[in-house]
């Protein structure tokens, strides 16, 4: 039950009877008494003509995921049984990080009709965003008195993450298909594998001829002119990247208004786009001391699609990373060698000892490559010395890119690679990095 | 907006988590049907021990109380004696003015009446039987009679005189008061406590016959089944077919003082100050009443990233470690020195200030070794100093190498 301004309002109005007739006949306890009766009385009565909150369907029309930073509407269709109309107010109770545009809704539904309700939703966090139900308050004719009830009616809106780094996809695919065209007439070595046979033409490197076709080539037109067929090369294909997201205490921490396992979630999303454009295999596992999330044997659309769903769940856990047994769930997605991409944290060498323990066993099967963001308000405050504290601050500021200075020496003594950048600059780099390798054939 | 209309039926209903007034009933019932049980209870008990309505107060008529004299009151109504309860002086001056002759039984423990209203209480009636007065009632009804003090209790004492209802009671028992008159005013003692101080004494003055009675336990519904007490009260207040039973309330007591507050604004005011305080509540139930419950949410831990740096920093800062802080500046503008300058990662010091050296001719070497190793800071002024000189260093060193 509720009751409205309205019935505050007559109640109020009870002060013209209260006076007159106390001025008049000098009855103003009785006056005030009956008032209040009348009142009470006349909402009573709204309260019983009210049509019921609970004779009602309730359908939900709703998108099932939606980009962080996009838009969608929610669609609530409410179908009234009562044989009065429903008059009220309807609450759809979000989650405020759903960025719901109005909660509250006001209706009128006539008897056995149905009214759509829309709502838009700009969530504004990663993750499920759902809805309990739904809260209706249904007035009275004269609007005095409401019955309420709250309607289960559960709604679900998975958030993904906004890969917001795709705008550098189309130069990094550029850059690729030139990897694949440069490298057509390669000399034969590591990362590189036979492509196809063809005729030389003046410049082709001579030690990429092949005898054997040539001759065979000859002998199929005897006496025509001798072709020399050289062979092509191609970057080699299916190689497989691992990326590995740590979800540990250290990922929590944000950088430019971003949590570091958003950048993370972000590379991730780029060098996979690139790497199965590549026709690279690509296995993603975040972890903390369990799996909190995984990806195998997808490929194309369908891998990044299965990425943005199995992260957008994911947020960081308040506990170390256990490195140590993060080298088996290595192992168990892949015997073959593989690049191993470990999104973390490089901060001192006393929080990264875990990482550093396990890098030489990864390094001696596979291809590691450390991709961490560094925060640029290190390297600003490293400059600011203005006054004391500022000076403190900077030195501060100094030892602690000295500390990552030295973690990143000791991760490339153990043969691993480093790729540090600033939120937005690291997802471009890590890709850059990826065909730097690929092209080098280190893959 | 509108869609078509559904037909009946053909979608389920959706289940409402509001409980139904029927099964919020049902889930309190235990507690319901034990509070209804306790009021009961209570209720009972409350008319069982005799407190349901009646007054309070000492020798009142409508007191069922130990203390009261209803049990007095209504066995002399069996007797046709027309008991009359009068709460104020105007009451019982309208009584006796209605049944001229009756007896006026009179006790003002509350000390209500001021002098003159006893004067005039005096005056209502010929016979007057008081209770336990105190100073001033005996000074307006029997001048001649004076307080003796409270004896101890009694077990019982014999009349001792020849008023009839006191022979007739024979003996008394109980605790009151005792009273003395003077000697030679004729006045009769019956019911000795000690020496020369009685419980009844009867006198007679100019406004008539006046009795005074100390005897709580003759009154009380405690102790009349005492002993004679009954004989002696229904003899003292049964002499005559009206009894006007007087005793003073609140009502009695005089205004004086200017006119109060309430006396001076119109009857309406509380009325509209009351309705003023239903408003309130109307409209708290109207802004209260949430319109379902709270949507509860998990946010994710926030961690500013710079906590580390600036905690550190404020950590020498408090320390005043100045020496160990101008070491990580020098560390850090020696690094990015040799990288400027083309030099190998693992290149000692002196290696980089030979370099910086000779890049920068104009300086002497002493100084290029004060700032980058030599110096030692003595104090936070010299420590920003230092800073100082290290950064116009680095930038002198990169303008001469990338010119």
Redesign the interface.
């Known amino acids: 039950m509720a009751v409205s301004g309205r019935f505050v309002l007559l109640v109020a109005l009870g002060v013209v009877p209260v006076v007159l007739l106390g001025e008049a006949y000098r009855q103003a306890e009785l006056t005030l008494v009956l008032w209040l009766l009348l009142s009470v009385l006349i909402g009573i009565v709204d309260l019983i003509l009210a049509a019921s909150p609970r004779r009602l369907v309730i359908e939900r029309v709703l998108p099932n995921r939606v980009r962080l930073g996009e838009t969608v509407s929610s669609e609530l269709f409410i179908t009234n049984e009562n044989r009065r109309a429903l008059r009220g107010l309807v609450r759809d109770a979000w989650q405020p990080s759903a960025g719901a545009a109005a909660t509250r809704q006001s209706v009128t539904v006539p008897s056995y009709e149905r009214r759509m309700l829309r709502t838009t939703l700009t969530p504004f966090r990663r993750g499920d965003r759902r809805t309990a139900g739904i809260t209706v308050r249904s007035f009275g004719p004269l609007g005095l008195w409401a019955r309420q009830a709250t309607l289960a009616s559960p709604g679900r809106i998975r958030v993904l993450p906004p890969f917001n780094s795709r705008k550098h996809l189309p130069s990094r695919l550029a850059r690729l298909r030139e990897l694949d065209g440069a490298t057509s007439v390669q000399i034969r070595g590591q990362g590189t594998e036979f492509d196809s046979l063809r005729e030389y033409v003046r410049g082709d490197d001579v030690r990429s001829i092949d005898w054997r076709a040539t001759a065979r080539q000859g002998d199929a037109r005897a006496g025509h002119e001798q072709k020399l067929m050289i062979r092509t090369w191609r970057p080699e294909r299916d190689r497989r990247i691992v990326i590995v997201i740590d979800t540990g205490r250290t990922q929590a921490a944000r950088i430019d208004d971003e949590p570091r396992i958003d950048t993370s979630i972000e590379a991730s999303l780029l060098l996979a786009a690139l790497a199965t454009r590549a026709g690279d295999r690509i296995d993603l596992i975040a972890w903390d001391r369990r799996i909190r999330g995984r990806v195998t044997g997808a490929s194309g659309g369908e891998l990044l699609n299965r990425m943005v769903d199995t992260m957008a769940t994911v947020d960081p856990e308040l506990l170390e990373t256990d490195w140590s047994s993060m080298a088996a769930q290595v192992r168990a997605v892949t015997n073959q060698r593989a690049l191993v991409v470990l999104l973390t944290t490089i901060d001192t060498p006393a929080s990264a000892s875990g990482l550093l323990s396990v890098l030489p066993q990864l390094a001696q099967r596979h291809t590691v490559l450390v991709a961490a963001v560094s925060d640029p308000e290190i390297l600003r405050a490293v400059s600011e010395r203005g006054d004391r504290d500022e000076t403190y601050r900077a030195a501060s500021a100094e030892r602690s890119l000295l500390d990552m200075a030295r973690v990143t020496a000791a991760i490339t003594r153990l043969g691993g690679d480093v790729v540090t950048g600033s939120p937005s600059a690291l997802p471009p780099m890590l890709a850059d990095r990826y065909l730097a390798l690929k092209a080098a054939g280190r893959l | ?6 037909e ?2 053909t ?8 409980p ?1 007034l029927r099964g919020t009933a049902r889930r309190w019932r235990f507690w319901l049907i034990l509070a209804a049980v306790a009021v009961v209870g209570l209720l009972v008990v409350a008319v069982a021990s005799g407190t349901g309505g009646g007054s309070r107060a000492p020798y009142s008529i409508t007191n069922t109380a130990p203390e009261g004299s209803k049990a007095l009151a209504e066995v002399l109504r069996q007797q046709s004696v027309d008991v009359i309860q009068a709460d104020t002086l105007d009451e019982a001056r309208a009584a006796v003015k209605a049944a001229p002759g009756a007896t006026l039984a009179f006790a003002d423990p509350g000390g209500y009446l001021s002098d003159e209203r006893l004067d005039e209480a005096a005056e209502l009636a010929d016979r007057v039987v008081l209770f336990l007065p105190g100073f001033n009632e005996l000074r307006a009804f029997a001048p001649g009679v004076s307080a003796a003090g409270a004896p101890r209790e009694i077990d019982g004492v014999d009349a001792g005189c020849s008023l009839p209802a006191a022979v007739r009671a024979g003996t008394i028992i109980g605790g009151g008061r005792s009273y003395r008159a003077a000697v030679d005013s004729g006045a009769e003692l019956c019911f000795r406590s000690s020496d020369d101080a009685y419980y009844v004494v009867r006198t007679e003055t100019p406004n008539g016959t006046v009795t005074v009675l100390g005897a709580t336990d003759v009154l009380s519904n405690r102790g009349i089944t005492g002993a004679g007490n009954a004989a002696l009260a229904l003899s003292l207040l049964g002499e005559d077919d009206t009894l006007v039973w007087y005793v003073p309330t609140a009502y009695d007591v005089e205004a004086d003082g200017p006119a109060d507050i309430a006396s001076l604004t ?3 005011v ?3 100050l ?2 003023t305080v ?2 309130f509540l ?2 708290a ?2 802004r209260g ?1 949430r ?3 709270l ?3 998990n ?8 906590e ?3 905690g ?3 950590l ?2 408090r320390a005043g470690a100045h020496t ?3 070491d ?2 020098r ?2 503008t020696i ?1 990015r020195l040799s990288s400027i300058l083309g030099l190998p990662r693992n290149a000692t010091v002196d290696e980089v200030i030979t370099s910086v050296a000779a890049v920068l001719p104009a300086r002497p070497l002493s100084d290029i070794q004060s700032v980058l190793v030599a110096a030692v800071p003595s104090n ?1 002024a010299d ?2 100093s230092y ?2 000189r290290l ?1 116009e260093l680095e930038s002198a060193v990169t303008r001469a190498v990338r010119p």
Do not use: C, K, Q
């Open positions: 907006m509108s869609a078509p209309p559904v009946r039926g979608a389920p209903r959706a289940e409402a988590t509001t139904t119109p009857d309406w509380t009325p509209v009351l309705l239903f408003t109307a409209a139930i109207w009443r319109l379902g419950a949507v509860v949410e946010l994710p831990v926030t961690v500013r990233s710079r580390t740096m600036e550190r920093a404020r020498y800062a160990h802080a101008l990580s500046l560390i850090g690094t936070e420590l920003v800073s100082d950064l």
